[in-house]
């Protein structure tokens, strides 16, 4: 037994063996290295003569400082002490006295620094000098050591150089002798001036590189009414050089056309305009040309435009350029993809309406459990022990075994003898399990990646993985996921942390009192620690009517529901229905948006946004991501069928790429419940503990949810391999402190609001055919937009200083009552009333959506 036991080793000396296992060849006929004869005394590599000689280069380094400082104010009477003597015969001299504060070797190694080296720039020199020795003493680096290296010997030179050539300094303080002898030697290459340019180069250069520095010089002002005028006016005037050679004879009109060129703007650089413009200046009041399309040699002249040039009061000429009717009605439809924006503006910030927003912390969580996983020695041993007396019964030997712990599971990794076969072994599963006198023994048959064989055998006292722990670590504070979930940890006790956008929809089932409700809200919480109520809106529908319940507090802060709803969490079947078809309008609306925006995903429209490429008058705005949560998908399968499985299918195929993803939970996971539609479209899956291994095959087309202990425990499938985990534990007052922290703050006027649905039997999924249920701004907004004749949800917030949410409301409200046309991606919907006379008669006449154009 001795023997046996002694085969078990703690986990540190177990990776010792590994690598002492893999280092050693099957051909030991290689020749061994030499090894390399060291010249360096073992004294001099050691850690304390490091530490000490890092003490002595940081005192060193302050004793410059105070030696060059207190130089500077006493260099005039120390300076002819200095200079003449050699180092030697300075300092046995007992007669000389300087007044350096560091004594007589201060003076002189200001000297030697500040004169005869770099000058005022020699300040470097103990910078340097203080970072070696602080990386030498505290085995850290306060900055990059190369590159602040390199950065200071370039500006040591570059101010030693640019302080000689502008100080004529003959003791040589401010540039010191390289200083002094390098401008002489560049000045006598290039000049004077030469090196002054030199300089300004190096100067600009280094900020162009290191701050990618661009002057900007301010544009030209455009012509207002018409944004790409400079474009448009050689197309114009393209074919009227000829005319102006006529007039060429005549200076008096020369001249009265210079007097329009100096009364004009002199921004608008008119004088480029004039001389091309075929113009015929009379005595009469008004002289208009006007270029229409029927004129046969000016092909490229934009349709619409006119020129017209009146006489003042005083009789000289102002010129006027303007647009026809026509041209206008067609620039307002802003049918254009992009508007160019003003180069000079920052990039948008979704957080700015709610700035003040506070990310919740970590102490409205508790800790649960210990940090670290416990586990006896003895129990290591005795179940190791167990396995091997197991599998020599019948007559299985084993070469190696080892150990990986766990929080709830510790992996046992067995090496079997040569000539074993795999399938013996995984055959006595049972008997293992038997022999153990443990649950939800579990062998992988071989390991993925390795030459073992797995044996997860559940640990006697498990550690409850607390929620906190994982929030706070590393792993999840600093990764760059776009929706990072905490998932809980692994086998070998690592931190476990999945990105949502990369499955891109979760299916998750387990029977009853198995960890599922456990694990939504571990996945919530992980979203709202990491993300802003403007880059996340969560859509809950939760049949039992009490699971999610919590989350009503955050509903102006993270919550979607349809237009009118009442409560944000949906537990009707019916509203179910309408909200699952409203995601799909929703996403086919995003999909509109993405086509016109000329990009394929959401996090490039969004990066594109807020670039300022989009323009929002085009009907771009920022997207935030949408999660839809079921947390009882069979009993919507049972009441509503084909009516909740066909949306569900078509966004789990189409909404991966403009941010909408699904996490569905089921209690049945069986095969009329997820059906093949549903789970081709679901990659990523969590499967807690199941009574039959049918049902773990449905879930994951493999087995082993069956043998899962509960309370958590869980296989992850991403399609490729399995993963067992162990899930957070986050208990409902630690979610409710969490959603009264976050509901406690300033929030938006209401919750994010999705399109409206009309059902096949013409039923609204909200109350806006209702005029009594009309917003108080709808006649307002029905003015300005018959007044622009155009129907957009950017103009209703310019104009009346609403919300986004609100003013596409309205948008839906005016479609309904016939007032503009349905919504045709990126173009603006169609005014069907053209006039306020015809607006006001209809509004009057009490009609809804019986409007005839």
């Known amino acids: 037994m001795a023997e046996k036991a002694n085969r078990l080793k703690e986990s540190p000396e177990i990776k010792e063996e590994k690598k002492s296992s893999k280092s050693q060849k099957p051909n030991t006929a290689a020749p061994q290295r030499k090894k390399k004869i060291r010249f360096i005394p073992a004294f001099i590599r050691s850690e304390a003569f490091l530490r000490v000689t890092g003490l002595f280069l940081l005192l060193f380094s302050l004793f410059l400082v105070f030696a060059f400082v207190s130089h500077l104010f006493n260099w005039q009477t120390d300076y002819d002490k200095v200079k003449d003597a050699t180092f030697a015969e300075y300092l046995a001299d007992s007669s000389i006295r300087v007044n350096n504060t560091m004594g007589k070797a201060g003076a002189w190694f200001a000297y030697?620094?500040?004169?005869?080296?770099?000058?005022?720039?020699?300040?470097?020199?103990?910078?340097?000098?203080?970072?070696?020795?602080?990386?030498?003493?505290?085995?850290?680096?306060?900055?990059?050591?190369?590159?602040?290296?390199?950065?200071?010997?370039?500006?040591?030179?570059?101010?030693?150089?640019?302080?000689?050539?502008?100080?004529?300094?003959?003791?040589?303080?401010?540039?010191?002798?390289?200083?002094?002898?390098?401008?002489?030697?560049?000045?006598?290459?290039?000049?004077?001036?030469?090196?002054?340019?030199?300089?300004?180069?190096?100067?600009?250069?280094?900020?162009?590189v290191n701050f990618n520095w661009k002057p900007s010089i301010p544009k030209r002002p455009e012509i207002k009414g018409f944004p790409n005028l400079k474009n448009a006016i050689p197309a114009i005037f393209?074919?009227?050089?000829?005319?102006?050679a006529e007039n060429d004879e005549d200076e008096d009109d020369i001249s009265e056309l210079d007097e329009v060129q100096e009364e004009s703007d002199p921004e608008e650089e008119s004088d480029e305009l004039i001389p091309e413009a075929e113009t015929e200046v009379n005595s009469g009041p008004v002289i208009e040309l006007s270029l229409s399309e029927e004129e046969p040699e000016i092909p490229a002249k934009p349709s619409g435009l006119e020129l017209t040039i009146e006489e003042n009061e005083n009789g000289e000429g102002e010129e006027e350029l303007s647009l026809s009717d026509e041209e206008k009605d067609r620039?307002?439809?802003?049918?254009?993809?992009?508007?160019?924006?003003?180069?000079?503006?920052?990039?948008?910030?979704?957080?700015?309406?709610?700035?003040?927003?506070?990310?919740?912390?970590?102490?409205?969580?508790?800790?649960?459990?210990?940090?670290?996983?416990?586990?006896?020695?003895?129990?290591?041993?005795?179940?190791?022990?167990?396995?091997i007396d197991t599998l020599k019964n019948y007559s299985i030997e084993i070469a190696k075994i080892s150990a990986s712990i766990g929080p709830t599971v510790t992996l046992y990794e067995i090496v079997p003898a040569a000539g074993v076969r795999i399938s013996r072994i995984k055959n006595l599963e049972d008997d293992i399990a038997l022999s153990l006198a443990a649950l939800g023994i579990r062998i992988i048959a071989p390991m993925p990646g390795k030459g073992t064989i797995g044996i997860e055998v559940p640990n006697q006292h498990p550690e409850v993985v607390a929620m906190k722990n994982l929030l706070s670590s590393d792993k999840f504070v600093n990764t760059g996921m776009d929706l990072p979930v905490a998932l809980g940890k692994t086998i070998s006790n690592e931190n476990f942390v999945a990105d949502l956008t990369k499955m891109p929809h979760l299916l998750m089932a387990g029977a009853t009192g198995q960890g599922k409700s456990v694990g939504l809200n571990a996945i919530l919480v992980s979203l709202l620690y990491k993300k802003h109520p403007s880059e996340i809106k969560f859509v809950l529908v939760d049949p039992k009517k009490v699971e999610l319940t919590l989350f009503n507090k955050i509903e102006r802060h993270f919550l979607a529901k349809l237009p009118g709803g009442e409560d944000a969490i949906i537990t009707d079947t019916k509203k179910v229905v309408h909200t699952l078809n409203s995601l799909c309008i929703l996403m086919d609306e995003r999909y509109e948006l993405?086509?016109?925006?000329?990009?394929?995903?959401?996090?490039?429209?969004?990066?594109?946004?807020?670039?300022?490429?989009?323009?929002?008058?085009?009907?771009?705005?920022?997207?935030?991501?949408?999660?839809?949560?079921?947390?009882?998908f069979a009993d919507l399968i049972m009441t509503a069928g084909k009516e909740v499985e066909l949306p569900i299918a078509r966004l789990a195929q189409l909404a991966r790429a403009i941010g909408i993803h699904l996490i569905i939970?089921?209690?049945?996971?069986?095969?009329?419940?997820?059906?093949?539609?549903?789970?081709?479209?679901?990659?990523?899956?969590?499967?807690?503990?199941?009574?039959?291994?049918?049902?773990?095959?449905?879930?994951?087309?493999?087995?082993?949810?069956?043998?899962?202990?509960?309370?958590?425990?869980?296989?992850?499938?991403?399609?490729?391999?399995?993963?067992?985990?162990?899930?957070?534990?986050?208990?409902?007052?630690?979610?409710?402190?969490?959603?009264?922290?976050?509901?406690?703050?300033?929030?938006?006027?209401?919750?994010?609001?999705?399109?409206?649905?009309?059902?096949?039997?013409?039923?609204?999924?909200?109350?806006?055919?209702?005029?009594?249920?009309?917003?108080?701004?709808?006649?307002?907004?029905?003015?300005?937009?018959?007044?622009?004749?155009?129907?957009?949800?950017?103009?209703?917030?310019?104009?009346?200083?609403?919300?986004?949410?609100?003013?596409?409301?309205?948008?839906?409200?005016?479609?309904?009552?016939?007032?503009?046309?349905?919504?045709?991606?990126?173009?603006?919907?169609?005014?069907?009333?053209?006039?306020?006379?015809?607006?006001?008669?209809?509004?009057?006449?009490?009609?809804?959506?019986?409007?005839?154009?």
């Not at 927003?357 to 409205?364: G, I, N």
């Not at 929002?616 to 947390?631: K, R, S």
């Not at 067992?724 to 300033?746: A, K, M, N, Y």
């Open 112 to 208: 030697l620094f500040f004169h005869q080296w770099f000058g005022i720039a020699s300040f470097a020199i103990p910078f340097l000098i203080f970072l070696v020795g602080f990386r030498m003493f505290f085995s850290i680096s306060l900055l990059p050591f190369g590159r602040t290296f390199l950065y200071s010997l370039l500006a040591t030179i570059f101010i030693s150089l640019s302080l000689a050539y502008i100080f004529d300094d003959e003791q040589q303080l401010l540039g010191g002798s390289f200083g002094f002898y390098l401008n002489q030697y560049l000045v006598s290459v290039i000049g004077s001036v030469g090196v002054g340019i030199l300089l300004l180069f190096t100067a600009l250069s280094f900020f162009i």
């Open 238 to 244: 393209a074919g009227s050089k000829e005319a102006i």
């Open 331 to 387: 620039m307002n439809l802003n049918d254009v993809l992009e508007d160019e924006l003003p180069a000079d503006m920052e990039d948008y910030d979704p957080t700015l309406d709610l700035s003040d927003y506070k990310y919740p912390t970590f102490d409205l969580l508790d800790s649960h459990g210990g940090s670290k996983v416990k586990v006896d020695k003895s129990e290591l041993e005795a179940n190791s022990n167990r396995i």
């Open 594 to 632: 993405l086509k016109a925006a000329m990009v394929r995903n959401i996090k490039e429209y969004n990066a594109k946004f807020i670039a300022r490429k989009l323009n929002p008058n085009n009907g771009h705005h920022f997207m935030p991501y949408i999660v839809l949560v079921v947390d009882e």
């Open 665 to 853: 939970a089921t209690q049945r996971p069986s095969v009329n419940i997820i059906t093949g539609t549903i789970k081709a479209n679901f990659p990523a899956r969590i499967a807690f503990r199941v009574t039959s291994k049918i049902d773990s095959r449905t879930i994951l087309d493999a087995g082993g949810a069956e043998q899962l202990i509960g309370r958590g425990d869980m296989l992850f499938s991403t399609g490729s391999d399995l993963i067992r985990l162990q899930c957070p534990f986050v208990d409902t007052p630690e979610v409710d402190r969490i959603t009264e922290f976050i509901g406690g703050q300033r929030g938006y006027p209401s919750a994010f609001e999705l399109p409206e649905y009309i059902d096949e039997n013409g039923d609204v999924s909200d109350m806006d055919d209702d005029i009594s249920e009309r917003d108080a701004m709808f006649n307002k907004a029905a003015e300005i937009v018959v007044m622009h004749q155009q129907g957009s949800a950017s103009l209703l917030q310019r104009k009346l200083k609403l919300g986004y949410n609100r003013a596409g409301r309205i948008i839906d409200q005016l479609e309904k009552a016939g007032i503009i046309g349905p919504f045709e991606g990126s173009k603006a919907r169609k005014v069907l009333i053209k006039d306020a006379l015809s607006l006001e008669q209809f509004l009057n006449s009490g009609e809804n959506g019986n409007f005839e154009p």
